[in-house]
Nanobody, 116 residues
Framework: QVHLVESGGGLVQSGGSLVLSCAAS????????MAWYRQAPGKPRELVGE???????NYADSVKGRFTISSGSAEKPVTLQMHSLKPGDTAIYYC??????????WGQGTQVTVSS
């Protein structure tokens, strides 16, 4: 079974930066897509950024130019660099990996809080 664990969240002032990482254990070879999602209290979970195997990154309009998603190894499949953070970025951030057989895996989430 694949397990994903996010890290790097915390409290940061508006305009600051954070880097989120996702560590994976278990078999994860053959993935098709890696992504970051976020969910604020009372709001639906939304896609922040994604990158498919052999493809270019795709971002939500709200984070374009500020966030960068990067693919990595099977043990650390995806990271998210966040700059110029705003209070509206406050949410729990989740990493997600989709395997070629159609099975997806989620991390437990890491809290990002941006203060004014």
């Amino acid at each position: 079974q694949v397990h994903l664990v996010e890290s790097g969240g915390g409290l940061v002032q508006s305009g600051g930066s954070l880097v989120l990482s996702c560590a994976a254990s278990g078999s994860i070879f053959g993935f098709d897509l890696m992504a970051w999602y976020r969910q604020a209290p009372g709001k639906p979970r939304e896609l922040v950024g994604e990158i498919a195997s052999g493809g270019a990154p795709n971002y939500a309009d709200s984070v374009k130019g500020r966030f960068t998603i990067s693919s990595g190894s099977a043990e650390k499949p995806v990271t998210l660099q966040m700059h110029s953070l705003k209070p509206g970025d406050t949410a729990i951030y989740y990493c997600y990996v989709l395997h070629s057989d159609g099975i997806g895996y989620w991390g437990q989430g890491t809290q990002v809080t941006v203060s004014s």
